[in-house]
């Protein structure tokens, strides 16, 4: 699976971003997706993640009701709207994905990766 992040960009705090991630790949139905990020000088961490058929979700606590993550599997693309926006939410943006069917939070489970997208939140 080949995954190309998008969307990122300069923003004020409080405003709203979304980012997009498409898939290159006829099974991406079949992949938990996830969203990570990683901040100047700090270790990525997980940001939210949703399984295949997008009937479940779960979400880093700092990003809880402020983030959704979603998914289009006819697209072969999932989302990430991001509102009420922090100066701490920036940073590069990734989204990942991985042949499971269940939640998965931890960065090293992850198969595949895309390259990156930058959000940066002006205070």
Not at 20 to 40: D, E, I, L, N, V
Not at 52 to 79: C, H, L, M, P, Q
């Amino acid at each position: 699976v080949q995954l190309q992040a998008s969307g990122g960009g300069l923003v004020q705090a409080g405003g709203s971003l979304r980012l997009s991630c498409a898939a290159c790949g006829r099974t991406f139905s079949s992949y938990t997706m996830g969203w990570f990020r990683q901040a100047p000088g700090k270790d990525r961490e997980f940001v939210a993640a949703i399984i295949w058929s997008g009937s479940s979700t779960y979400y880093e606590d700092s990003v809880k009701g402020r983030f959704t993550i979603s998914r289009d599997n006819a697209e072969n693309t999932v989302y990430l709207q991001m509102n009420s926006l922090k100066p701490e939410d920036t940073a590069i943006y990734y989204c990942a994905a991985v042949l499971r069917h269940t939640i998965v939070v931890a960065t090293y489970e992850y198969d595949y990766w895309g390259q990156g997208t930058l959000v940066t939140v002006s205070s």
